[in-house]
């Protein structure tokens, strides 16, 4: 039973404890699971001594200092597992909004706003040379076009002058 305490006393001492609330949950929480180890011992040992059964194993003595010392580290385990989460949540929200202050900060920067100007310039150059190429190849498809008509009909017009010459 010392040992039990003592394995209790540790852990609470271990704990990063952050407010009163959660020292308190702590503590209600190891108070219930007590008592709850505590009745149900007592419920197993009662019905152990009323029905004992002929066809089954001698059952083992119960252990309530080992069913206690269980119930308490789930407990505890419990209340860790609660506690960790609540701080990857913090955790998580410190990161997302450095994550903004830090990309804000970047945005901010002399460098980088002339880095993206000159960028932008870059751009708006392609777009303008892409439009005068295609501009071009309009136009060249064009000559092209009427050219070929003109070929054409030249070449209508020597087949007639062939056709009409005996």
Same mark, same amino acid.
């Not at 009163?20 to 197993?44: E, H, M, P, W, Y």
């Not at 990857?88 to 903004?100: C, F, P, S, V």
């Not at 990309?103 to 777009?127: D, G, H, K, N």
């Not at 439009?131 to 017009?157: K, Y």
């Given at each position: 039973?010392?040992?039990?305490?003592?394995?209790?006393?540790?852990?609470?001492?271990?704990?990063?404890?952050?407010?009163?609330?959660?020292g308190k949950r702590i !503590?209600?929480? !190891?108070?219930?699971?007590?008592?709850?180890?505590?009745?149900?011992?007592?419920q197993q040992g009662r019905e152990d001594s009323?029905?004992?059964?002929?066809?089954?194993?001698?059952?083992?003595?119960a252990d309530p200092?080992?069913?206690?010392?269980?119930? !308490? &580290?789930?407990?505890?385990e419990k209340s860790v597992r609660?506690?960790?989460?609540?701080?990857?949540?913090e955790g998580r929200a410190y990161a997302r909004e450095l994550g903004d202050m830090l990309a804000e900060r970047i945005v901010r920067s002399p460098r980088v706003?002339?880095? &993206?100007?000159t960028l932008q310039a870059f751009c708006w150059v392609i777009i303008a040379y892409?439009?005068?190429?295609t501009l071009l190849l309009l136009v060249s498809?064009?000559?092209?076009?009427?050219?070929?008509?003109? &070929?054409?009909?030249?070449?209508h017009e020597l087949k007639r002058k062939e056709s009409d010459t005996p």
């Amino acid at each position: 039973m010392k040992r039990i305490l003592l394995v209790l006393c540790m852990a609470l001492l271990c704990l990063p404890v952050r407010a009163d609330s959660d020292g308190k949950r702590i !503590l209600n929480n !190891l108070f219930r699971a007590g008592v709850q180890a505590v009745q149900t011992t007592l419920q197993q040992g009662r019905e152990d001594s009323e029905a004992p059964d002929a066809n089954a194993a001698p059952a083992a003595p119960a252990d309530p200092a080992g069913a206690l010392s269980r119930v !308490l &580290i789930d407990s505890l385990e419990k209340s860790v597992r609660g506690i960790k989460e609540q701080y990857k949540e913090e955790g998580r929200a410190y990161a997302r909004e450095l994550g903004d202050m830090l990309a804000e900060r970047i945005v901010r920067s002399p460098r980088v706003q002339s880095a &993206i100007t000159t960028l932008q310039a870059f751009c708006w150059v392609i777009i303008a040379y892409l439009v005068l190429v295609t501009l071009l190849l309009l136009v060249s498809m064009q000559r092209l076009r009427a050219n070929d008509r003109r &070929i054409l009909e030249l070449l209508h017009e020597l087949k007639r002058k062939e056709s009409d010459t005996p």
